[in-house]
């Protein structure tokens, strides 16, 4: 037996409902769908939100543009990861447009394609990770203006940190630097940005997590719920130990149970005697070592042995689970294993 | 661009020789296949193992199980994570050896197959996970009896704490179950319980992490690594900031570099600040934090801009990398993602 991720793809249709409430008429709504739409799967994300109207993706690399490509045969998928430009040959092929990030992928850009293919360009405007930062873009605007661009767009570093001042610095210096390259659409935000108001949407928003339940918001639904099959119920009499190196005793008798996931299927061995799982709204104590594939849990407070219990509750979602992860939403998603069987509902 | 990991299957090879030369030849060396053969791939892996002449492999559920009989025909192959009598006509199909784990199992194997298929059972001898435990096994002895067993077996908690008297207390009570159920085949260490001598081999090892490199051993070789490309690299002024949240602030001018490896690859977004990735035997320090698809270093100390960067080194291994993402290195290699491409040697 293995976990199931259950996947509400009504909720995810009322997400991306949500951003197309936010925006004008004169934003474009795009879709971030990069590593399997996190960890969602493709294969059924990516025709739910195109039935949705959204008519551009987003994907890290070329290999996932093309499978994205696979389910989506009118849509424009753009690669963040820039311009593999050994693989130029699969750009043309799927119709694929690759992100330029640096002079480099310009020029091979130009000598490979020069007009015959779309292309858009990302700008460094303080993340200091990828893109053409000032200095580079003014320097060589003339390469620049020679690629038949059709997006310019940046990445904010701090847009979960509403307060930050740094997100107006990096929008100002975004304006200042699109004005070099003017009559091109612009993009600055991904889902936390959208959030910030519209003077951050541009001509096109580019949510992610926020579609897949991964923020916590009043009007953002949870899409995921995982369950996870109970295998075994035992007794565990006071002063018996739990797990690999036994880092659980027994202070009292108590009921447990040994459920089939492990660190392999996504349930982080870091929340080993911390984590907890749910029947409905009753946690039950993650006892001992986290394994590979198992899981061994506290059902003491349970009136009877379940079926299966679940990660999340309705008081303890995604962004709590991965706080106890010391982690962030996205981790988790991208994180949960192939044995975990996705399982779509409407 | 992605990250590869490159898997030397002539050090896989040696591993497995290394366990066969331990072992007398009253003991079978199985393997242990779980979670796509460690994360190293199941369609290259379980074929070159059985190459080296094993003929037993361990998976946890009874999909992967029908994945490992797609390659290799004719060994036995068991599932650890019980028998999942849902689907008892698989184990049929693919003549997969389901283990027992409680008597609900062991029921519902005599009433589907009587003696018409093969199993094993585990008992449970002190980890408190999955298997039969002493009173369970003695009260319904005669049950047990009806099974057409071929292996028993049990696991231990603490064989990595090589001088933990719980592996003896195991041991002992492993060989007390096992007289009540006489002339069948014993199987009680994995890799670590393997290294712990004669005493704990039986019939049968079953190692796992150890074939795969991730136990630091002076007669265990190195089986992966992993190779990043660089995407781009640029200047950060001192009091520069770099990716989200600015967690990193340049004290003097350094030269970064930005490579395709985030955490949804399996780079644990832990490492933010803390990791680092080689040039030969140079550490690149990561600065900021790690991102889903990305990950930016400080290069300043090397002598130009190389095309890729090792996570590993000849002084950095699989185990040390696990140690400063607070965990083993089993977690380390199941985690690795999707879209890093497997890349195999001789």
Do not use: W
Not at 23 to 51: C, M, Q
């Amino acid at each position: 037996m293995s976990p199931e991720l259950h996947i509400s793809l009504s909720n995810l249709q009322s997400n991306i409902q949500f951003f197309q409430r936010m925006i004008t008429k004169n934003t474009e709504l795009s879709a971030v769908v990069k590593s399997d739409a996190y960890g969602l799967g493709i294969a059924k994300i990516v025709p739910e939100i195109e039935r949705c109207g959204v008519r551009s993706f987003f994907t890290a690399t070329i290999s996932e543009a093309i499978k994205v490509r696979r389910y989506s045969r009118a849509s424009e998928i753009f690669t963040l990861n820039g311009f593999d430009f050994l693989k130029s040959n699969l750009y043309r092929e799927h119709n694929i447009t690759p992100i330029i990030n640096n002079i480099l992928e310009a020029q091979k850009f130009i000598e490979i394609f020069n007009q015959t293919q779309k292309v858009a360009i990302q700008l460094n405007t303080g993340m200091n990770r990828l893109g053409l930062d000032k200095q580079s873009l003014l320097k060589n605007i003339d390469i620049i203006k020679l690629l038949p661009l059709n997006l310019i767009l940046s990445h904010l570093a701090c847009a979960d940190d509403t307060s930050n001042k740094e997100n107006t610095a990096q929008k100002d210096l975004f304006i200042n630097l699109c004005q070099t390259l003017p009559n091109i659409r612009q993009s600055l935000s991904a889902s936390h940005g959208a959030l910030l108001g519209n003077d951050f949407h541009f001509d096109m928003v580019r949510p992610g997590i926020g579609l897949y339940g991964g923020i916590r918001n009043n009007e953002l639904k949870e899409v995921i719920q995982i369950k996870v099959p109970v295998l075994q119920d035992f007794i565990i009499d006071k002063n018996m130990q739990v797990g690999y190196n036994f880092t659980y005793k027994a202070k009292h008798k108590i009921k447990a149970a040994t459920l089939a996931m492990g660190y392999a299927d996504g349930l982080p061995r870091t929340l080993s005697n911390i984590g907890k799982l749910f029947y409905e709204n009753i946690p039950c104590p993650i006892i001992g070592r986290i394994s590979m594939d198992l899981v061994t849990v506290d059902i003491s407070n349970l009136p009877k042995t379940p079926k299966y219990l679940c990660v999340f509750s309705p008081e303890y979602q995604v962004d709590d689970f991965a706080k106890d992860c010391r982690t962030i939403s996205h981790e988790v998603l991208v994180n949960l294993g192939e044995r975990v069987t996705r399982v779509y509902s409407k």
